[in-house]
C-alpha cells in the first residue's frame, strides 16, 4: 500500500520567513495530493491541494509543488504570520474509487514573533 | 451549506465496552470515510463508503465496522474496546474524487 513520509517533524522559522515541508510518497499509482491544517484542538481542514498532471499550484502566500518522477511534493508558506502556527499534514491517494487517504506524520510549524 | 457534524462529541467507555460513532456529511456528498488519530499513529484510515458500500478499509482488526446508509449518513462501531482505542475519530465526506471536509471528531477514551 502508499506509504508517506514527511520531513520535517518539527519546524521553527522567524516570523516573515518561509517555511518549507518535504513529503515523499511510494505508490506511483496516487494522482491527488491534498496539504491539510490543524491547530490545537480542531479538525483538519485543506490548505491547498494539487493534482498529478500539475506541476504547482500556487494561493496567495501558500504554494505546492509537486515532482511525479521522484514522488515527492513540497509545501511552501511564505511571509510566515503567526496564524500559519499549527500542525501541517500531506497526504495521497488514488483519486476516483480509491479515495482513502494516506497520511503523513505531520510537522509541527512554529512562527516564532 | 452545513458542514460535516459528528456525534456524540465525546465519549468514555471501559474495556470490553463497545461504543458507535455517528457522521452526517455536507448534504450532496456520498463519500464518507473515517481516520483514527492519535498522538503515536497519527492520522490513519479506517474505512471509506460510497452509496452505501466499502469502498476501501484500513488496516485495523474486525472489531472495527462501519456503515453507511440511504442518506450517506455513516456508522463506525467498535466492539470490545481496549485501551489503545482511545483516539480522535473523524469522519470527512466528499463529492466523487474532490476535497475530503472534516468533521470535528470524536474523542474517545477508554478506561
Known amino acids: 500500500g502508499e506509504n508517506v513520509e514527511q520531513h520535517p517533524s518539527t519546524l521553527s522559522v522567524q516570523e516573515g520567513d518561509s517555511a518549507v515541508i518535504k513529503c515523499t510518497y511510494s505508490?506511483?499509482?496516487?494522482?491527488?495530493f491534498p496539504w491539510y491544517k490543524q491547530e490545537l484542538g480542531k479538525r483538519p481542514q485543506l490548505i491547498i491541494d494539487?493534482?498529478?498532471?500539475?506541476g504547482e499550484k500556487k494561493d496567495q502566500r501558500i504554494a505546492v509543488t509537486l515532482n511525479k518522477t521522484a514522488k515527492h511534493f513540497s509545501l511552501h508558506i511564505t511571509e510566515t504570520q503567526p496564524e500559519d502556527s499549527a500542525v501541517y499534514f500531506c497526504?495521497?491517494?488514488?483519486?476516483?474509487?480509491?479515495?482513502?487517504?494516506?497520511f503523513g506524520t505531520g510537522t509541527r510549524l512554529t512562527i516564532i514573533p | 451549506k452545513a458542514g460535516v457534524t459528528q456525534t456524540p462529541r465525546y465519549l468514555i467507555k471501559t474495556r470490553g465496552q463497545q461504543v458507535t460513532l455517528s457522521c452526517s456529511p455536507i448534504s450532496g456528498h456520498r463519500s464518507v470515510s473515517w481516520y483514527q488519530q492519535t498522538p503515536g499513529q497519527g492520522l490513519q484510515f479506517l474505512f471509506e463508503?460510497?452509496?452505501?458500500?466499502?469502498?476501501n478499509k484500513g488496516n485495523f482488526p474486525g472489531r472495527f465496522s462501519g456503515r453507511q446508509f440511504s442518506n450517506s449518513r455513516s456508522e463506525m462501531n467498535v466492539s470490545t474496546l481496549e485501551l489503545g482505542d482511545s483516539a480522535l475519530y473523524l469522519c470527512?465526506?466528499?463529492?466523487?474524487?474532490?476535497?475530503?471536509?472534516f468533521g470535528p471528531g470524536t474523542r474517545l477514551t477508554v478506561l
Open positions: 470527512a465526506s466528499s463529492l466523487p474524487a474532490d476535497e475530503q471536509f
Open positions: 463508503y460510497f452509496s452505501e458500500t466499502q469502498r
Open positions: 497526504a495521497a491517494s488514488g483519486g476516483f474509487g480509491n479515495e482513502k487517504l494516506t
Open positions: 505508490d506511483s499509482a496516487s494522482n491527488y
Open positions: 494539487i493534482r498529478s498532471n500539475v
